[in-house]
């Protein structure tokens, strides 16, 4: 439906020749029919489609201003270090970007308030806004940002159940307003429910002529012509209405300014329940959205009707585009001697793909205006949660390590709890830790995170202290010195997940009442409940070598008689651990750790059972390869295949550094 633009020949060696390039916008105007507007919406091909970007304005420094109670017309910035990360509209008038350092920014504007994003610090379950944080001993959170964002996205789903809503980052989201407008443009008009008898294609039969749109309440409509922009503030510009009046109205227009209609009560609602401005863009695209939304930005919201697409694209440098900046940019920018789109589109597909790649017909929509991505909501519950830091001082003995460790367990342990306070029975499968030093090598640990009534900085801790230990003791010197300095240290969950159906945490069998499921009956007479069980892959593994929790026994119970335990699902024996503070068989292990060492003594039972099935003329050593070290080798293997095969053409843009 939305045809690009035939192969032309160019008579000049760098592909340029003389066209109009209105002419590449082809699909401006496209056929509009009952067929469209009464089946099923055909998702990114939709002639009706309408998406928008909504952005929170200055976010970081809006969340400081509210949580301070802050005038909102007082200069503010957010600073994490010596670097800001956020400045505030009023602030701006100074001249104060995010460029600046903090104390420059001070000499600009006296009356500035500075504040510092919240910390984690070593003791504390908590971050806080410490006087003076240090680099070298704290940790930056953006837990509060994150909260903040999700009220706002919780907003943006109560305003608009049937739209489709797609987080993009902390302070934007995308927002698929096709569904919701199809449903209003029936009720409002409600002659398009019906194909009319005397329709001379049936459902193919183009629409009637669309009524006229009132945009002075929408926002501010983009002009078609780019010299009647006034490039004021968006408080300060008008919607262009009067400019475009003699413009004839499509479908497509009616869709936008309904779309408009939603979008400004929902900011609305920000405005009023948060105390929030924000921006929003609204086109018939996700990337024309974004490029709208910061058209006028503060508290307003922009339209990009399709008949202003190419004056609105052609001026603008192609390298402000997303994906396009960079060493991609000044490449195309080179090779195609080119500034803007509009030196770009009279540069033939077949020559983009010469140069570029195959793959690069992406680059050649773009110009276009045209981009198919889907609006997809994206799940509410990352299977993954990492906390990491970027040393200023190099990690270069075992001692240090503990340190770091407890900081980033105490933002795991924040964060997992804030999930189990809305779901108790999300629980991470395991836990694991990274050490890199800056891009030359990195590695990694991870073990099971046995099921706990509560998650503390403590539980996290005592197992990263082992996984640290295991990871760099081997290589540690008899005073504790590194052979490497490490970087960057991260902790993190992965396997992050509601229990099953029926499950119950060990909370659930103290329960009294009817509602609560009676606990089952082993064969051997004890009565328990299940809890969560660590089910894991067979194969998978960390990142150096085979995981401590391959293949770990996974159905896990309490007892009444003050016991844990579990079944091993291959030879179905019954091991219990003892509940207490030092319970378990070894003195100063917590029950939850006593468990899991139960758990790997007897996985490792098994593998020198698998081991010593092996033929009689494989020696131990060879047995011990090929049954701890096989997996890593081929995985090894794969990642040298990977290295040898070189990147190509535009691919090669989009390739992730190592480590």
């Known amino acids: 439906m939305f045809p690009t633009s035939p192969l032309r020949k160019h008579a000049s060696p760098n592909g340029k020749s003389r066209f109009n390039p209105q002419d590449e916008f082809t699909d401006l105007k496209p056929p509009i029919t009952y067929r469209h507007i009464l089946s099923p919406p055909p998702g990114a091909r939709d002639p009706l489609r309408v998406i928008a970007l909504c952005d929170s304005d200055a976010f970081y420094a809006a969340c400081e201003q509210v949580r301070l109670g802050i005038d909102p017309s007082r200069p503010l910035v957010v600073r994490q270090w010596d670097a800001l990360i956020a400045v505030n509209y009023p602030a701006r008038a100074f001249g104060i970007t995010r460029m600046s350092n903090w104390r420059d920014a001070l000499k600009k504007c006296p009356e500035l308030i500075v504040v510092h994003v919240a910390t984690y610090k070593e003791g504390e379950q908590a971050p806080g806004y410490w006087e003076n944080p240090d680099t070298t001993t704290h940790k930056v959170s953006l837990d509060y940002y994150r909260r903040e964002s999700a009220k706002i996205i919780a907003i943006f789903k109560e305003g608009l159940p049937d739209g489709e809503i797609e987080k993009a980052s902390i302070d934007e989201a995308f927002i698929d307003f096709t569904r919701p407008v199809r449903a209003e443009l029936l009720a409002r008009y409600p002659y398009l429910s019906q194909v009319p008898p005397d329709a001379p294609n049936g459902l193919d039969t183009l629409l009637p002529p669309p009524p006229p749109i009132l945009w002075d309440k929408c926002g501010i409509l983009i002009p078609i012509d780019p010299s009647l922009d006034d490039s004021g503030p968006a408080h300060e510009t008008g919607t262009h209405a009067d400019a475009d009046v003699n413009v004839p109205s499509t479908w497509h227009d009616v869709a936008l300014s309904i779309a408009a209609e939603f979008m400004d009560k929902i900011r609305a609602e920000v405005r009023t329940q948060l105390g929030y401005t924000t921006s929003a863009g609204i086109a018939r695209n996700k990337f024309l959205a974004k490029l709208t939304a910061s058209y006028k930005k503060r508290d307003s919201q922009s339209i990009l009707r399709n008949v202003a697409i190419p004056n609105y694209l052609m001026p603008m440098p192609f390298q402000k585009i997303r994906f396009l900046g960079g060493k991609l940019g000044q490449l195309i920018a080179e090779r195609f001697e080119a500034s803007t789109v509009g030196d770009l589109l009279s540069i033939s597909l077949h020559e983009i793909q010469q140069k570029l790649g195959d793959d690069s017909i992406w680059v050649y929509d773009i110009l276009r205006g045209i981009d198919r ?216 292990l917590s029950q939850a750790e006593a468990l899991d060492r139960l758990r790997l003594e007897h996985n490792d039972f098994h593998v020198a059972q698998d081991l010593s099935k092996m033929p009689d003329g494989v020696d131990g050593n060879i047995r011990g390869t090929l049954g701890l070290r096989a997996v890593e080798k081929g995985r090894k293997r794969k990642r040298d295949a990977r290295k040898e095969q070189p990147v190509e053409g535009i691919a090669k843009f989009f390739v992730r550094k190592p480590g």
């Open 373 to 588: 991505t889907e609006v997809k909501e994206k799940p509410a519950l990352n299977k993954s949660m990492m906390a990491s830091k970027n040393l200023p001082r190099p990690i270069t003995n075992m001692s240090e390590g503990p340190h770091w460790l407890r900081v980033l367990a105490a933002e795991l342990a924040l964060r997992l709890n804030e999930l189990r306070a809305e779901d108790p029975s999300v629980w991470p499968k395991t836990i694991v830790l990274h050490a890199r030093h800056r891009y030359d090598w990195s590695r990694s640990k991870q073990t099971s995170f046995p099921f706990a009534r509560n998650v503390t900085v403590d539980t996290i801790v005592g197992f990263a202290d082992r996984l640290w230990k295991d990871l760099v003791g081997g290589g540690s010197k008899r005073d504790g010195s590194l052979p490497y300095s490490v970087t960057t240290i991260a902790l993190g969950f992965t396997g992050v997940e509601p229990g099953e159906a029926g499950q119950q945490s060990i909370e659930g069998f103290f329960r009294s009442g009817t509602d609560t499921k009676p606990p089952s009956s082993g064969s051997d007479g004890h009565t328990y409940e299940l809890i969560r069980g660590h089910r894991r892959k067979r194969g998978r593994e960390a990142e150096d070598g085979v995981s401590s929790s391959l293949d770990l026994p996974d159905i896990s119970w309490i007892n009444r008689d003050d016991t844990v335990g579990f079944v091993c699902p291959r030879c179905h024996q019954r091991f219990e651990v003892e509940l207490g503070d030092n319970g378990g068989h070894e003195s100063g």
